[in-house]
Structures are given as C-alpha cells and as structure tokens.
C-alpha cells in the first residue's frame, strides 16, 4: 500500500490510542517538499528542540529527519515508519537505552526486541557481550580524544583476516627503514635521553602491527610524499581500510571506512564521530553502515558502566569489524616503532 500523509495520520492515530505511552505522542510534521522540510527544521531548532520531521515523496516513500539535512531513515514500509516514530518518541524522554528497550516492549515485545537488535527488525540474533571491552579497541578511546597516544589511527587488510605487511605499509608511509629493519619498539625510542627526546620528536614518529586481523598504523602528521609508489602500494592488497581521526583542539573526530576502493557511508561523506548519542543510531538506518548502527546498540545494552560515549562506539567498532589495539602492548612499550625517514 503507497504511504499518503492521510493514511500514515491514521495509521498512527490507531498506533498511538493503543497504548498509554503513547497516548500523548503526535506524529511527526510531514513535509510535502524540501523547502517544507527546512521550514520544518527551523521551527524545531527555534522551539530548542531535536525532533524528527518527516519527508513523504509522491511515491509514498518515507524520509526521517533530524534537522533539514540529516536524514536518518528512508523507507516504504508503513510499520516501519511507525516502529521509528515510536522509538524516537521513547528515545528523547531522556531515560536509558535499557528503559528505551523495556517501553518499547511493554508497547509491542516485537518492537522491544527489534530495539534491542538495534536493526529495522526482530530477526537479528541478540548476543551478550559478556567481556571488559576496556581490553579490546576501546581502551584508548579516552585518550585518543585528545590525540594520545597519536591522531590517527589507520586499519587496513586485505580481505577478512587477512591483515597486509605491517613492514611494507610503515616504509611506504616513511618510516625510517633502518628503525623497521632493526624492529625497533616504542619503548627503544623512549629510552633515549630518558624520554626527553621522544617527548619533542613523537611528532614524527609511528606505530604499527598486526591485532585482530587488520594491520594499524598510527601517527600525527603523516610525511610529505607518503605512499608515493603507487604499484608498491597497490601491491599490498589492501581492500578494506578503517580511518580515524582526532583534531581535540576543535572538536572534530572522524570516521572513514573504505572498501574495494570506495568509501562506505550512504554518501555522507567522512563522519563525525561527535554525531554520536547514546540511544540513538549514529548512521542511516537500513544503510550500509546499519551493521555498525547494531553494534553501537548492543555495546549500549551491553555495557551500561561505560559512560564515555566514544568507549561504546569504539567497542562497536571492535565487535562488527574486528579492530583491535593491542593494550599490553602499548603499556609496556612494546609495540613496533619508528620515527619518519629523514
């Protein structure tokens, strides 16, 4: 049946009467047209408020919003549309993804369930974590906020557990092929001078290795005429590659995944991190990246102690692609590193 803004008011009007927690819901503003949309928008930034808006198109295709550009939702499906009403209603009341989960229930287990999975329906499996994901990637979430222990930090492989020459990529990045050749650890280039001399030059260095499947690369400032070899880089094989990016100084922290040679992300472009709130998906829902929607929502439920958002979605990260740091590693100086070719 073709969505029409009368029959998705109806709709949601029988929705709404059928349950007490929704009783005072309203449905969403339907705009007709982008300049309905954006006058939409403005009017809910005016009124201090983070809601959604709706885009019906003459086809009956539904378009979430928050704001006028962030569209957070595309779909035909008129339970769809009303399960993501819902939700977003539950969601801004302020409680827990945990009291998010049990009031969707309470309104329909299989909207509970469906909340849970973090998915656009009931099907998905529901697994608990049951680990410290503190011993995984996100450890160094907290840090890296402020650039520590560097700015970027880079994944890449060429195909599902198969990370690329941890060695190859360094050199080709501009590490010091003499500190490569020597497998120089983190903790030999701190020796030096008691670390003094580290502390002025860790600018220019990098660390790297292989956990998890992937090989990572991290640094600050990336050398001029890095990975200039284009066939020696191609000959590694790399098809899959993970990006991200710390700038502390204004706030901005990105996320950048690129496969087969192009960048996964609904067309969004590189994704800011700080979009990010507990409880609500950070991507398109039913995108290419809804994988990573599910796994932000069990990290949630999973991990209640964990206040600091960037931990949930770094352990996201961890559960649906596999990125790993090693921790120890890290701690005990470790890891492979060099400083850029002079």
């Known amino acids: 049946m073709k969505i029409t803004k009368l029959t998705l008011a109806e709709a949601w009007q029988r929705t709404a009467a059928g349950h007490t927690l929704l009783h005072e819901v309203e449905l969403p503003p339907v705009a007709l047209s982008e300049d309905e949309l954006e006058a939409c928008a403005e009017r809910a930034e005016e009124a201090a408020e983070d809601g959604l808006c709706l885009l019906l198109d003459e086809d009956g295709t539904v378009r979430g919003h928050h704001g006028a550009y962030r569209e957070v939702f595309v779909t035909r499906d008129l339970e769809q549309v009303l399960y993501l009403i819902a939700e977003a209603a539950m969601s ?148 899959e590659s993970v990006w991200l990016a710390a700038t502390s100084a204004k706030a901005i922290y990105t996320f950048d995944y690129t496969r087969d040679g192009r960048r996964v992300d609904d067309d969004w472009g590189i994704l800011e991190l700080i979009w990010y709130e507990r409880g609500h998906a950070p991507y398109l829902r039913g995108g290419e990246l809804d994988f990573l929607n599910q796994a932000v929502r069990r990290a949630e439920l999973d991990h209640p102690e964990l206040s600091n958002t960037f931990e949930l979605y770094f352990h996201a990260l961890e559960e649906s692609l596999g990125l790993r740091l090693p921790r120890r590693d890290f701690a005990e100086g470790e890891v492979r590193a060099a400083y850029w070719a002079e």
């Open 92 to 239: 801004r009341h302020g409680g827990s993804p945990e009291e998010t989960a049990v009031a969707l229930g309470r309104i329909d287990p299989a909207w509970g369930r469906r909340f849970r999975s973090g998915g656009l329906d009931d099907t998905a499996a529901v697994e608990e974590c049951g680990r410290d994901p503190l011993e995984g990637l996100a450890w160094i979430a907290k840090s890296w906020r402020n650039q520590d222990p560097y700015t970027n930090l880079s994944f890449f492989r060429a195909a599902p557990g198969q990370p690329v020459d941890a060695e190859r990529l360094a050199l080709l990045y501009g590490a010091a092929p003499a500190q490569v050749a020597a497998g120089t650890r983190l903790k030999d280039l701190q020796a030096v001078d008691g670390g003094r001399a580290h502390w002025d030059r860790q600018w220019e260095s990098c660390c790297f290795g292989q956990a998890g499947g992937w090989t990572y690369l991290l640094h600050h400032d990336t050398p001029p005429g890095a990975y200039a070899d284009k066939e020696a880089y191609a000959a590694l094989g790399i098809k």
